[in-house]
């Protein structure tokens, strides 16, 4: 069923949902079904663009299918909440979520890498700096996705702010 009164075109509103969810999903094309994993995120408005960033181990399942097919999905929701009723076909759920797609891009270079990673921990952690130790940059990848198409969706709650 689709509501349009539960699309969301603003910038500002997009961002703050994006902002204050610490995890998406991301699926991956994999054979004989698709590869669906939570990562942390972080993420930019660059030039009337979403871009995401998250990271993995340099070896593993995760950059082994992104090095065969670039192309993936992401998944974000949160702000749920039962909204109950009196019969049980009036029941529903309070949330907001955010669909996107585009390709990934692992990040070559370790400057780029530095600011997926600074995007990523600002994310998680707001307005504090970080420095990032050699070794462990060695062995992680940090993947760019510049989001070709991102939807979003809201159903408030009924004590939402």
């Not at 930019?44 to 340099?58: C, I, N, Q, T």
């Not at 974000?76 to 669909?99: K, V």
């Not at 890498?113 to 990032?132: E, N």
């Amino acid at each position: 069923m689709s509501h349009s009164e539960q699309e969301v075109h603003d910038k500002k509103a997009i961002a703050a949902i994006i902002a204050r969810h610490q995890v998406c999903r991301i699926a991956l094309n994999d054979s004989p079904s698709p590869y669906v994993v939570p990562v942390n995120y972080g993420y930019e408005y660059l030039e009337d663009r979403w871009v995401l960033y998250f990271h993995g181990a340099r070896t593993g399942k995760k950059m082994r299918l992104l090095r065969k097919n670039a192309a993936l999905s992401v998944e974000i929701d949160g702000d749920h909440q039962l909204l109950r009723a009196e019969q049980a076909c009036d029941y529903s759920y309070a949330y907001s979520s955010i669909i996107a797609s585009g390709k990934a891009v692992i990040l070559p270079t370790r400057e780029e890498m530095q600011h997926g990673l600074d995007v990523i921990m600002r994310q998680a952690v707001p307005g504090k700096s970080f420095t990032y130790d050699e070794k462990m940059m060695k062995a992680v990848c940090v993947v760019r996705v510049e989001c070709d198409m991102l939807t979003c969706r809201q159903r408030p709650g009924r004590f939402s702010a």
